[in-house]
């Protein structure tokens, strides 16, 4: 206990701290894709630590257990009709769906759709959207899950009836029901409103309008909104037209986070889509993760994040439509960049390994993320450090043979000393979000290794 007390009253002095990171999309409407296991392993070494996928594909699921990296898994458009249909619908979904997977992959949210309130109009109800999402949230409720797993839905920009100017946005009239009551969903659970917004697309197809800067988040000037908000890149002024649009439906008193579901800039296009190259998508993604990394608001909120999650991970190469909608990815389906943007993480911890990813040598290392570990706090009260204990060696599913009688960190058989093991393989496991390094206020984030002897401390 003489190493570890010390250690400890020092950490005690060190605040709580939450690792920010960068989402991506990872779609696989690819024939030469590399496997999941390697794409997890290449994402441990970069500054992503959020991955959204389109369905549930346990392949992924496996690939990313224990890697510290949250997924947001979906609901394919197909299925929403199936699981707004009935709960038990929604219940044999997510149990073969995604119950498995759990808790050794760390799954954040459940994406009930994309897009699906502007997608295939004449053929999807969009009454099913907002029943689907009940469904599953009464699922989580059941399990104990809603507090960990949000159920939210991805929209398009096109739910709007106008974007511009921002503080004017207000829903498209024909979709105001289903919207008032999903929004209304989302403010009850503490759910994020999600959108997938492309200044790109806007330029494209309104190219003598709008400059070029201004869709790349670069414009200095400004382009200014009647009611005194002066915005600098057009992303801005979509997520806050977004947020007009919530408040227009009487929400604005209600805290509802927006997340960029996705955004990006393809690097290659037809030949009518003159800004698709690489230098522009370099650019505009370059600029997307700072922004993304910067913790800035938008001019309505300037003190609120926003979430972003970049499109793409990979070019897809079967995906339809235009040549730019398979251009979208940072990498082309061998592995190799389609154009240099950095994702390493100034603080991460790794090797000089090379992993060989899709047959392109990459630079990676063994662990995703700044180094950081949980520990109790050592003034913490005995009983509720106790009960601690014994959740994260029982229901919490942490291996806790290390501070049995016989292993390498039972030494020193102290209550806070073994509780501090517990509830960082806790906190490692289930992704290193600050929450779960709370325990009742027990709990304390550190960049400090706390391994000591033979006793080494998890990380991921």
Not at 11 to 17: D, G, K, M, N
Not at 230 to 251: C, E, H, K, P, W
Not at 402 to 430: R, T, V
Request: net charge negative; with cysteine; hydrophobic share 40%.
């Amino acid at each position: 206990m003489k190493l570890l007390l010390p250690l400890l009253l020092f950490l005690h002095l060190i605040p709580p701290q939450e690792v920010s990171g960068v989402g991506i999309n990872y779609g696989t409407i690819g024939n030469n894709l590399p496997p999941p296991k390697r794409v997890a392993q290449l994402l441990q070494s970069t500054l992503i630590n959020k991955v959204k996928i389109y369905d549930t594909n346990p392949e992924i699921l496996e690939a990313f257990s224990n890697t510290g990296i949250d997924l947001i898994v979906a609901v394919e458009n197909s299925q929403v009709f199936n699981i707004s249909s009935k709960p038990s619908a929604a219940d044999e979904w997510f149990t073969s769906r995604v119950a498995p997977f759990i808790p050794a992959t760390s799954i954040v949210a459940v994406a009930v759709g994309n897009e699906y309130l502007t997608a295939d109009a004449d053929k999807l109800d969009p009454n099913a959207l907002f029943k689907a999402m009940q469904n599953l949230h009464a699922v989580l409720v059941s399990r104990g899950l809603d507090r960990k797993i949000k159920v939210t839905t991805p929209h398009s920009m096109a739910v709007l009836a106008t974007s511009f100017p921002p503080s004017a946005a207000t829903f498209a009239a024909m979709l105001l029901p289903p919207m008032t009551a999903i929004v209304g969903f989302l403010a009850d659970t503490g759910a994020p409103f999600m959108v997938n917004a492309y200044p790109y697309f806007a330029y494209r197809d309104n190219p003598k309008i709008i400059n070029l800067e201004y869709a790349l988040l670069g414009n200095a000037t400004g382009v200014s909104d009647p009611k005194g908000y002066t915005y600098t890149n057009m992303l801005d002024a979509q997520i806050d037209a977004v947020r007009s649009a919530i408040g227009s439906l009487g929400f604005s008193n209600r805290s509802i986070k927006i997340v960029v579901s996705e955004s990006g800039w393809p690097s290659k296009g037809d030949p009518g889509e003159t800004a698709a190259t690489p230098e522009n998508a370099r650019t505009y993604n370059t600029r997307l993760i700072e922004r993304a990394q910067s913790n800035k608001g938008t001019p309505m909120k300037p003190k609120e994040s926003t979430d972003i999650f970049v499109f793409a991970l990979f070019n897809e190469n079967k995906k339809e439509g235009g040549a730019s909608e398979r251009n979208f990815g940072i990498f082309n389906s061998d592995g190799s960049k389609a154009y240099d943007v950095d994702l390493s993480c100034e603080f991460c911890s790794g090797s000089s390994d090379k992993l060989e990813f899709g047959g392109k040598a990459t630079a990676a290392g063994a662990n995703r993320g700044p180094s950081v570990w949980c520990v109790a706090k050592p003034h913490a009260d005995e009983k509720v450090i106790e009960g601690v204990l014994n959740f994260c060696c029982g229901a919490g599913g942490v291996d806790c043979r290390e501070i049995n009688e016989n292993g390498d960190c039972f030494a020193p058989d102290k209550l806070h000393a073994h509780a501090s093991y517990a509830m960082n393989a806790y906190y490692q496991m289930h992704g290193r979000n600050y929450w779960n390094c709370d325990f009742k206020g027990t709990g304390l984030v550190t960049f400090s290794d706390p391994s000591y002897g033979q006793c080494r401390y998890a990380q991921q």
